[in-house]
């Protein structure tokens, strides 16, 4: 099987007609293996291909090593394949990668690595839309001198953590 493809099929039509239709998974995110290239996964998480770093283009970073070969699917990466899918538009420039991570938790902790080296900590899937509001809303209100991370957990109710060491944080939205 090509892991490129989606789909394929074959009618056939006499007296000597074949017609050959070919679906190609288009790729949605890069995952980096940490030598200069990785692999690029479609919506359903399937590796697809591995390309160099600079061949991933615009792709979103999950931060999550592949597992497997060409055409297997990156299970661990499907929760965030939802945060990718998310994502306002608008919080593109400011989302350098989406970062899982599996350690203690029943369900993986989605996180959002942004410009500045804050850390956006999303939780679990459920709810992106009312986290994504409040990420916005912090990035859009609130003076990010100092901000470390904005804990969203609870879309409701978002948890900034200030640090002097984290003086060197986006002070100004991101062109992009």
Do not use: H
């Not at 989606?6 to 039509?13: L, P």
């Not at 615009?58 to 994502?87: E, K, S, W």
């Not at 306002?88 to 970062?99: C, N």
């Not at 939780?123 to 609130?142: F, M």
């Amino acid at each position: 099987a090509l892991p490129w493809a989606r789909t394929a099929a074959v009618d056939r039509s006499w007296p000597g007609t074949v017609k050959i239709v070919v679906t190609r998974r288009i790729g949605v995110a890069w995952l980096p293996v940490g030598d200069g290239s990785g692999v690029v996964i479609d919506a359903e998480a399937v590796a697809i291909a591995r390309v160099e770093t600079s061949a991933a283009g615009d792709l979103p970073v999950i931060t999550l090593g592949p597992a497997g070969d060409l055409g297997d699917v990156q299970t661990l990466a499907l929760p965030a394949l939802d945060l990718v899918d998310a994502m306002p538009l608008d919080l593109a420039p400011w989302v350098e990668t989406f970062d899982i991570d599996y350690a203690g938790t029943a369900a993986p902790l989605l996180r959002l690595d942004l410009v500045g080296d804050v850390i956006a900590v999303m939780g679990d899937d459920r709810d992106l839309d009312t986290k994504y509001e409040a990420v916005r809303s912090v990035l859009d209100q609130v003076d990010l001198a100092g901000i470390c991370e904005i804990d969203v957990q609870v879309g409701d109710n978002p948890v900034l953590k200030r640090s002097p060491q984290c003086a060197e944080s986006a002070t100004t939205a991101p062109t992009g």
